[in-house]
Structures are given as C-alpha cells and as structure tokens.
C-alpha cells in the first residue's frame, strides 16, 4: 500500500508569485484535505475535497485554491504569495465512511517566500 | 470557534512514563487523535479516541478522556529516546476538518 505522497519537498518562491503543490492519495482514499503548519504551530486547514468538490473551507483567502481529480490526487494553488505564506504545507489522505475518518498526512511541502 | 491547548514542552528521563495534556472547547468533538511529528517530517497518526470513550490502550499507549471537562491525554509507558517529538492533539466535529494544537516537544533523556 502506497503512503501520501507530496512534491516538491521544498520550494522557494518570491514575493507576488504562484505556486501549486501536488499530492498523491493514499490507496483507496477518496478526500484529500490540505493543511498549513507555520512555524512553532499546529497545523491549520485550509480546505478538503471529496470527489472533485471541495467540501469544507477553513480561515484562508480565495487566493488559496485547489482541485482534486479523479484519482483522487490533489493540488494546492496559492496566488500572490505573501511572506507569511512561508510554511510547511501538509496534505492529508482519508476514506469519507465508516465514522472514524483517520487522516493520514504526507511529509509534506516546505515553502519559503522571499 | 475551536481552540485546542497543550503545554509546550515535557522532559523525562528513558524508561519513564510520559503523560502529554491536552484541553479542547468544542463539546460536538466527535473524535480526538493524537499525532507525532519528528523533525522535518509530517504528522504520523498514532492513535483515536470517540468521545463516547473513557480510555483506550494500544501497546504503549493510553488514551485517556474526560469529556465532562473537556480533558485528553497520552500517556507513553516506558518512554524511549525515539519517542522524542512533538506531538499533537486534534478534535475532530461535523465537519470533518482537524483541529490541532500548537504541540508539545518531548524531550526523552537518556
């Protein structure tokens, strides 16, 4: 069984640029949730899609933006990077049934804005 | 909204028991998770609650929930130096996204 996979490991991006980070599922999973950990911080969601759809939105702006495709793999667009974009940005994989909804999370993208 | 608190920092010495606290507001928290977190790497899921539980044993661990106060905690028997991370606890309600803590570093000493 194949883990979650994220790419790039690390990324530096300037001021006012994009990016997309890409996330594979874990085997058989179908919701993807995406997270942003700052440093010293807990992760914070950002979004969660669940068959092509997002399904879920926490405190972010539009600027954070995503898909999911039928493979169930993922990517996180961010626009107009700020500094305070910097962090490490983690992509969770889980099965929407059966209550328990364990995510289980990549190794995630560092992202540095300069 | 939701606010999950952990103390930021607990040292013990190898073969100790450790115990990591956790307090969450939410009272429709539907599931409590705990996860370790090594350096550089991402979040790996070491075990859940239900809210419906008082405790739950998996090899070393133990989780224990008062949900009267809102209280969760990880106890590790006979800690080992690999066991040094941060870990985190997480609610879970309605709609599905995770909560998280800022983390509590572990500090195994030898």
């Known amino acids: 069984e194949t883990g979650v996979t994220q790419s790039p490991t690390h990324l530096i991006k300037t001021r006012g640029q994009q990016v997309t980070l890409r996330c594979s599922s874990q085997?058989?999973?179908?919701?993807v949730s995406w997270y942003q950990q700052a440093l010293g911080q807990g992760p914070q969601f950002i979004f969660q899609y669940y068959r092509e759809e997002e399904n879920g939105r926490g405190n972010f702006p539009p600027r954070f933006s995503g898909l999911q495709f039928p493979n169930y793999s993922s990517e996180l667009n961010v626009n107009a990077l700020e500094l305070d974009d910097s962090a490490l940005y983690l992509c969770?994989?889980?099965?929407?049934?059966?209550?328990?909804?364990?995510?289980?999370f990549g190794p995630g993208t560092r992202l540095t804005v300069t | 909204g939701e606010d999950v608190e952990q103390s930021l920092f607990l040292s013990v010495r190898e073969g100790d028991s450790s115990v990591i606290n956790c307090t969450y507001t939410d009272s429709s928290s539907t599931y409590l998770y705990w996860y370790k977190q090594e350096p550089g790497a991402g979040l790996q899921l070491l075990t859940y609650?239900?809210?419906?539980?008082d405790m739950k044993q998996d090899q070393r661990l133990t989780v224990l929930l008062n949900k009267k106060d809102k209280h969760l905690s990880l106890r590790i028997a006979d800690t080992q130096t690999g066991d040094s991370a941060i870990y985190f606890c997480?609610?879970?309600?309605?709609?599905?996204?995770?909560?998280f803590g800022s983390g509590t570093r572990l500090q195994v000493q030898p």
């Open positions: 997480a609610d879970r309600t309605g709609r599905r996204a995770l909560t």
């Open positions: 085997s058989g999973h179908n919701t």
């Open positions: 969770a994989s889980s099965i929407s049934s059966g209550g328990t909804y364990e995510q289980y």
């Open positions: 609650i239900f809210s419906n539980m």
